[in-house]
């Protein structure tokens, strides 16, 4: 499938799955969502009543608990009918993604260590590797920085006035683990094995460098394997090419299932802080652009126009794990030479979420905000420099913005339970994430191959 074709096709999809997701909203699944709503609405009331009470051995606060039980159970069976009116549409899409999770761990591995075999010298791999994390380092400060900026700008929390919550109402979010042991255990893997049938990237990273410098190592008798895993790596990028000519399907499924769920009411709702969320993520597609410029000329512009339906795909899907293949056949494609591409590409998806990055201080102020609790520059600057170290390698984490987050907020003393505000809306800001990883990687990988005189 020729890749305009592919784009049109993957943008008609988008339209459609819009389109289907409203009418199926309407519909089919309203009635659930009311009763959702309603049992909400009375969880929301309990909880409250139950924050009051000092006595927990009256007879009304038992009584107050065994209604909110009853609640609970109203809404988990709704939320269950719910997901079973929408099988049909999630099948699609986790068909796709499944199968692009089936590729990307061999192709990392195959790929970095044919490229780090050809690098050959350790040298040149730490030199190389050098130029990446200082490209990663500065993408993500300029990423987090421009996101506190912004949110101090557009204030969208202020229209908030959101009372302090109780203690101890639960969000269900898991908080990330702060601990150097985690960090440490989370990088080096401990079985390869385990790590890709996890996609573990930034384990599979590592223990290819090893395998690639090994490979190098050896001489002569490592090029038998440097030939296998380089044709190894070609017949997973001929099986990217039948993969991907199932991702308009795949985007049609992923958008109605979103759109069916939430409806369209939830973009009223939100709409401030989502336009104005993606508004930011413009201006930071403009300063990644710009960056890559003053490298790479107009050439920059023209590997923007050549990943536009990975982007895509990342965007429809909310996940840059799905445009992966596809990324690392634009940028050889563009002229990067193979060794740099599967270097950078994989560091990039552990150590390189510009959107991510973004969204963190931006999410973060914004429930701060809300709360109308006030944070120091001083204290937002120590915010920003806790949340550069502790999302890094996080990314094969699900739902990793808002673990992060709620690990995060905490330290200021904002309530947790904020985080049910973006709970609803998270697949739709992490839509606008995805393609602003999916850009950030390309370009980073695109300038270190042109610093290192690697790119035709």
């Avoid at 573990?200 to 030939?227: D, H, N, P, Y």
Wanted: aromatic share 8%; charged share 15%; with cysteine.
């Amino acid at each position: 499938m020729r890749r305009s074709k592919l784009t049109l096709y993957i943008f008609i999809a988008l339209v459609v799955g819009v389109v289907t997701g409203y009418l199926y909203n309407t519909l089919v699944i309203n009635d659930i969502n009311t009763n959702l709503s309603a049992a909400d609405a009375q969880i929301k009331t309990i909880d409250t009543r139950l924050a009051a009470i000092t006595d927990t051995t009256v007879a009304g606060y038992k009584q107050l608990k065994v209604q909110r039980a009853e609640q609970v159970i109203i809404r988990k069976a709704n939320d269950t009918a719910r997901e079973d009116k929408l099988v049909a549409f999630n099948v699609l899409s986790d068909i796709f993604l499944r199968l692009i999770k089936m590729i990307v761990a061999p192709l990392v591995f195959t790929t970095l260590v044919v490229g780090v075999a050809k690098v050959g010298d350790i040298k040149a791999v730490g030199r190389i590797g050098g130029k990446t994390l200082l490209w990663f380092l500065s993408a993500t400060l300029v990423s987090l920085l421009l996101g506190m900026v912004l949110v101090n700008f557009f204030e969208p929390g202020k229209a908030m006035h959101l009372p302090l919550p109780d203690s101890h109402i639960n969000t269900g979010v898991q908080k990330a683990a702060l601990s150097l042991r985690d960090f440490i255990s989370h990088v080096f893997p401990k079985s390869i094995i385990e790590s890709m049938a996890n996609n573990e990237i930034l384990q599979i990273v590592v223990f290819s460098l090893f395998f690639g410098v090994a490979t190098a190592a050896i001489g002569e008798k490592g090029e038998v394997v440097i030939k296998a895993m380089d044709a190894i790596a070609h017949v997973i990028l001929k099986l990217t090419g039948y993969v991907m000519k199932a991702a308009p399907l795949a985007v049609f499924g992923a958008i109605t299932a979103i759109i069916a769920k939430q409806g369209l009411g939830i973009l009223s709702t939100y709409a401030i802080f989502i336009s104005e969320f993606y508004f930011s993520l413009v201006i930071l597609w403009l300063v990644v652009i710009l960056a890559g410029y003053f490298v790479l000329g107009k050439r920059a512009l023209t590997l923007v126009n050549n990943i536009k339906d990975a982007m895509l795909v990342a965007f429809s899907t909310s996940t840059s794990e799905a445009a992966y293949p596809r990324v690392l056949m634009e940028l050889e494609r563009f002229g990067c030479n193979n060794k740099i591409v599967s270097f950078v590409l994989p560091l990039g998806y552990s150590f390189n979420l510009d959107g991510s990055m973004m969204y963190m201080t931006f999410a973060s102020l914004f429930l701060a905000q809300s709360y109308n609790i006030h944070l120091s520059f001083e204290q937002q600057l120590s915010m920003l420099l806790v949340l550069m170290l502790t999302s890094k390698g996080i990314a094969g984490v699900p739902r990793a913005s808002l673990v992060v987050i709620a690990g995060t907020i905490a330290m200021f003393n904002i309530p947790e339970a904020g985080l049910a505000l973006l709970i609803g809306i998270d697949p739709l800001l992490d839509m606008g994430r995805s393609a602003t990883n999916v850009l950030g990687n390309a370009m980073a990988t695109a300038v270190v191959s042109k610093w290192e005189k690697e790119i035709d």
